[in-house]
């Protein structure tokens, strides 16, 4: 079963400064960006939380 998906608390999920808005690094297919440009993404399955204290634990 997939995971419930919300794109600003995935890691994929990045600014693009040159673009100035938030976009999904994840090579979509068709089908995948039509759901992702209609904000259909609660089955993302690509989907991971982003979590920035699991970053801190690798550098300790």
Same mark, same amino acid.
């Given at each position: 079963?997939?995971?419930?998906? %919300? +794109?600003?608390?995935?890691?994929?999920? +990045?600014?693009?400064?040159?673009?100035? +808005?938030?976009? +999904?690094?994840? %090579?979509?297919?068709?089908?995948?960006?039509?759901?992702?440009?209609?904000? %259909?993404?609660?089955?993302?399955?690509?989907?991971?939380?982003?979590?920035?204290?699991?970053?801190?634990?690798?550098? %300790?």
């Amino acid at each position: 079963m997939a995971q419930k998906s %919300n +794109c600003e608390f995935c890691a994929h999920y +990045c600014y693009d400064e040159e673009y100035e +808005c938030y976009c +999904c690094e994840i %090579n979509l297919d068709e089908d995948e960006m039509y759901r992702f440009l209609r904000g %259909n993404v609660d089955d993302c399955h690509y989907f991971q939380l982003y979590d920035e204290y699991k970053i801190v634990k690798k550098q %300790n």
